[in-house]
């Protein structure tokens, strides 16, 4: 009987070559540059949202929903959404319960197509979302489809405003 041995060798530094190719081609990737990356990087939270869902839970009712300052914490149970970009191309984003504790991490990368806004969810679950990026002074809109029901299906329109809380640099 013939020994597996080297073959199970060869195999497995094949396995770490493509492994470190793949590290080496993810660390390459060029950070978003540009003057709406300068304006995105640093801390947002959410002012206000308004969500249409179409086919609510895949029912034939459509369904607004609406937040703002005002009732954001009494509608969503929540504090207002915080969200880290990073000049990396990196993003954080922390929900907190009434109580300021943190319930919930989303976290992944983004990345700019023009005036669009892609952020690529690594965890805890996999998801892409692309929004309509605007951003003056220190207010930004997001405009785009997601999937706020959990119906399985991107097709409610969400239209959100947040607030710059600070520019993501530290002081020396």
């Known amino acids: 009987m013939k020994s597996t041995q080297p073959y199970r060798v060869m195999a497995l530094y094949f396995l770490s070559c493509l492994l470190s190719l793949a590290a080496r081609s993810q660390s390459s990737v060029h950070p978003p540059q540009g003057p709406l990356a300068n304006a995105l990087i640093g801390e947002w939270r959410n002012l206000s949202m308004k969500i249409n869902l179409a086919s609510f839970k895949n029912t034939a009712?459509?369904?607004?929903?609406?937040?703002?300052?005002a009732n954001w914490e009494a509608r969503l149970h929540i504090k207002p959404i915080r969200t880290q970009f990073n000049g990396d191309g990196s993003y954080r984003s922390e929900y907190r319960n009434l109580q300021d504790s943190v319930v919930r991490v989303t976290s992944g990368t983004w990345a700019l197509e023009g005036d669009s806004l892609i952020m690529a969810q690594a965890k805890p679950e996999v998801s892409r979302t692309k929004f309509q990026l605007r951003i003056e002074q220190d207010l930004a809109t997001f405009t785009g489809l997601i999937d706020f029901d959990g119906d399985g299906k991107t097709d409610d329109l969400y239209f959100g405003r947040q607030r710059k809380f600070n520019t993501g640099k530290k002081s020396p």
């Open 61 to 69: 009712e459509d369904k607004v929903v609406e937040a703002d300052s």
